[in-house]
Structure formats: C-alpha cells, structure tokens
C-alpha cells in the first residue's frame, strides 16, 4: 500500500508542477517523508484539541493501517516548495497538519490545513494554512500545493534557517486527529537518495 500512496503523491506532485516555470539553471532538490502511524507512541495531549468539533464527528475508528507518504521538490534559487501528500487509514479526518520544527512535537513552522486551537501558543503558528481552514472531513485522501520558505516570526526563524533544517532532515509532517492528538502520522522531510 505504500508503493501505491508515493505512487499517488509523485504523480499529485507532477499535477502541481506542470504549470511552473523556473530558471533552467535551478536544480530542484527531491524530498520525501514516509508518514507512519505515530498514535501507538504519542503521548496524550495536556490540552484535548478542538473538544467541540471531535464531539460532532463520528467515533474515532482503528489507527493500525494509518499511514502516508510525501514528495516534496525544493527550488534553492526561489526557495518554492512544491508538496504532495498521500495519507489513508486515518482513525478519523485530519484536524490539523502541519510541517514541525524538530525535535518531536516542536512548533509549527508551516500549516497545511486546520489550525492549532485557541490558547496553545506552545504549538506556534504559520499563517494561513496553504490547504484550508479545515482538514478534508476524510481519512484518506491528497494535499498537494506550494508555498516559499518564509522563516516563522512566531519561532523567530528566518528562511534561511527553515531552509537549512530542511535540507538538515530537521522537519517534519504531522498529521493531528480526534483520537490522536500529539499526532496520529508523522514522518521526517529527508532528501530523496533514489
């Protein structure tokens, strides 16, 4: 199954892609992150995450077969990261994904859909979410899009240093649910040796 999602995320990526121009002296660097199911191990959040939106939504099924896989092109020259994610078997939908700073569970350095909720300013913030306000209501399915390292003022880091700890392998993706909090997938960003 996991050769089918990079299968998925490579050709999302590739959608994203085709209408992009870059410098043709600009030599993307290829990333990828393999999402394994991290809410045997986590921990329970201190804080329980959106209390009122997980009430409405069906009870949380089974986590064993969650997992993902992402690809990742990097552009040095204009600092653009082009993502595509695949992720399936989830216990229930997303309620918040996100690119973290290292070590496990450190802040925010950038949202992919949902939004850390109020009064945790441990988690840091990114601005907008490049996928939405909210998560897709599935658990399975694609994230796909781009944004340009831009640092994070809440972290008070520059680009540069975003660049440098993903170039480092010192991020990573985390997908957050109702039944998994601290994060139920997650998966280092690490440079592609294929």
């Known amino acids: 199954m996991n050769k089918q999602l990079a299968l998925a995320a490579l050709f999302s ?8 121009s870059y410098a043709a002296d600009e030599q993307p660097v290829l990333f990828t992150a393999d999402l394994s199911n991290a809410g045997a191990t986590a921990s329970p959040s201190p804080i ?3 209390p009122n939106e997980c009430a409405k939504l069906p009870a949380p099924g089974s986590d064993a077969n969650a997992l993902g896989k992402a690809v990742l092109l990097y552009y040095p020259k204009s600092k653009t990261l082009h993502y ?4 399936s078997g989830l216990s229930g939908p997303a309620m918040m994904s996100h690119i ?4 496990n569970n450190a802040p925010i350095v950038q949202t992919f859909c949902g939004k850390p909720p ?4 441990n988690l840091g913030h990114s601005g907008h979410a490049l996928n939405g306000k909210a998560c897709p209501l599935t658990t ?3 994230l796909k899009g781009e944004y340009v390292l831009k640092g994070n003022p809440s972290l008070k880091m520059t680009p540069e240093q975003e660049e440098q700890q993903l170039m480092a392998g010192e991020l990573f993706i985390n997908f957050h649910t109702c039944k998994n909090m601290p994060g ?3 998966g280092a960003i690490v440079k592609s040796t294929k």
């Open 48 to 50: 329980p995450f959106y």
């Open 140 to 142: 399975e399915g694609f």
């Open 84 to 87: 595509a994610i695949a992720f």
């Open 118 to 121: 109020p009064d945790v300013n």
């Open 184 to 186: 139920e997938i997650k």
């Open 100 to 103: 973290h700073s290292s070590p």
């Open 13 to 20: 990526l590739s959608c994203t892609i085709s209408n992009t």
